[in-house]
């Protein structure tokens, strides 16, 4: 099955600096990559995703890159803000497979 | 936004008691999971459910698990008889059409096994 694994397990930023969290994953046919954050206290939420069609996806502040051959994924956050801290998990999904693997999470503090 | 709902937010039991675990899936949604997440660990996937049936299931999901969906509104998973390791946070999830749509996740519910 896939195994996706994720760094840095924390970081920390100064507020208006970038952040970047890498991930890998195992299995070839994943081809759905999203990104949830997690507040305290509070279940998952999809902030952005990538299917392995594209190489890059952008929203506003955020932006993930994916590299199919090297079966690595990033998400990057400019321009960091206190509330921007949270637990971020990357995840991976083949086709067909009604189910996403969670990376080990990163937990974000930004610093005011 | 529409929201996935989870009760009860946080659930005590004692070993060895059958526990149910209640989720409203967003209305127009036709997937739905239920995944775990044990204290400080990432997020373990249980279970999919479409159309009336469990289309995947994780090695977690033993014969001590079951899910119903026992109107057009509930999604229930239960635990037959817990054990001290059930202990965990429980999300469930849905999704529009499949799994690499995006899920929305409830709040959880915080189950504790004493």
């Known amino acids: 099955g896939e195994n996706v694994e994720q760094h840095p397990s924390t970081l920390s930023v100064q507020e208006g600096d970038s952040a970047v969290i890498k991930c890998t994953y195992s299995?070839?046919?994943?081809?759905?990559f999203p990104w949830y954050k997690q507040e305290l206290g509070k279940g998952p939420q999809l902030i952005i995703d990538?299917?392995?069609?594209?190489g890059e996806k952008k929203d506003q502040r955020i932006a993930v890159t994916l590299n199919k051959t090297a079966k690595h994924f990033s998400l990057h956050i400019t321009e960091t803000q206190p509330e921007d801290s949270a637990v971020y998990f990357c995840?991976?999904?083949?086709?067909?497979?009604?189910?996403?693997?969670f990376g080990t999470g990163t937990k974000l503090q930004v610093i005011p | 936004e529409p929201e996935v709902t989870q009760t009860p937010s946080h659930q005590v039991t004692q070993m060895g008691q059958e526990v149910i675990l209640r989720c409203v899936p967003i209305?127009?949604?036709?997937?739905f999971y239920w995944y775990r997440q044990i204290l400080g660990q990432k997020v373990e996937f249980l279970v999919s459910?479409?159309?009336?049936?469990?289309?995947?299931k994780s090695e977690i999901f033993d014969d001590q698990f079951s899910v119903e969906r026992p109107d057009g509104s509930n999604f229930t998973l239960k635990i037959r008889s817990t054990k001290l390791e059930d202990s965990a946070m429980y999300f469930c999830?849905?999704?529009?059409?499949?799994?690499?749509?995006?899920?929305?996740f409830g709040s959880g519910t915080r189950l504790t096994v004493v």
């Open positions: 999830a849905s999704s529009v059409w499949a799994a690499n749509y995006g899920y929305t």
């Open positions: 990538i299917r392995s069609n594209v």
């Open positions: 995840a991976a999904s083949p086709e067909g497979v009604q189910k996403v693997t």
């Open positions: 299995d070839s046919a994943s081809n759905y």
């Open positions: 459910f479409y159309n009336n049936e469990i289309s995947e």
């Open positions: 209305s127009n949604h036709l997937y």
